[in-house]
């Protein structure tokens, strides 16, 4: 299943995702991956039977460049735990790197400052 982010907060220097979908009972797996065909971010969540996708579409992208080393968290409840680290090194890897095709490529480099 896929969640669509559809706010972002800052609270308490914490930031708090929210999703256009009902929240579900989920468990941060600590990895993220990119849906680079769709322009987006994706983390993955446990339901306990398959992998829930948390993704970030374009528009939300300034956000996580301004927030990418804060503590993030689905609903103010649920630690995306390694967020950071994992965003970071798929920044690194996407950098110069077109397999993920050229336009996301230079989308993400320039957003990201890369």
């Known amino acids: 299943m896929n969640l669509h982010v559809n706010e972002i907060k800052l609270v308490d220097d914490q930031v708090h995702v929210f999703t256009a979908e009902e929240p579900l009972e989920l468990t941060a ?6 849906d680079s065909d769709h322009f987006q971010f994706v983390y993955q969540l446990d339901d306990g039977a398959r992998y829930q996708h948390l993704r970030f579409v374009e528009e939300t992208w300034e956000m996580m460049s301004q927030y990418k080393d804060k503590d993030w968290y689905l609903y103010g409840t649920i630690e995306l735990i390694r967020f950071a680290e994992e965003f970071e090194l798929l920044l690194d890897n996407i950098k110069d790197n077109h397999n993920y095709g050229k336009a996301f490529t230079e989308k993400v480099e320039e957003v990201f400052a890369l």
Do not use: D, F, P
Request: glycine share 16%.
């Open 29 to 34: 797996t600590g990895q993220m991956i990119t």
